[in-house]
Nanobody, 121 residues
Framework: VQLQASGGGLVQAGDSLKLSCAASERPFSSSVLGWFRQAPGKEREFVAAIRWGSRNTYYADSVKGRFTISKDNANELSLQMNSLKPEDTAVYYC????????????????WGQGTLVTVSS
């Protein structure tokens, strides 16, 4: 199984951007897929996650109310990012959880290649 992230780019503060992540195989309904980000010189941090079957969602406090994670179809999820801030600048990764803590990167066993989001002030 592979994950392919896309949609990054350069935007201005306040703009919106939508990231997509395509899975080469349909995730199990019990799967949790998530988005993480890593800014230069910082650790990878949790952004959002979704339970594939129930569509329950989880967000980091820093993005709650601005970002929306969605299951777009059987093999694809997205991250709609609104009201972007310069501090949202990072490489964004989609990943599959291996049934551990949803907010811990170490509990994800499959990662996409990352897509760069740059927000200028």
């Amino acid at each position: 199984v592979q994950l392919q992230a896309s949609g990054g780019g350069l935007v201005q503060a306040g703009d919106s951007l939508k990231l997509s992540c395509a899975a080469s195989e349909r995730p199990f309904s019990s799967s949790v897929l998530g988005w993480f980000r890593q800014a230069p010189g910082k650790e990878r941090e949790f952004v959002a996650a979704i339970r594939w079957g129930s569509r329950n969602t989880y967000y980091a406090d820093s993005v709650k109310g601005r970002f929306t994670i969605s299951k777009d179809n059987a093999n694809e999820l997205s991250l709609q990012m609104n009201s972007l801030k310069p501090e949202d600048t990072a490489v964004y990764y989609c990943a599959r959880n291996r049934r551990g803590s949803i907010r811990q990167a170490l509990e994800y066993d499959l990662w996409g290649q990352g897509t760069l989001v740059t927000v200028s002030s």
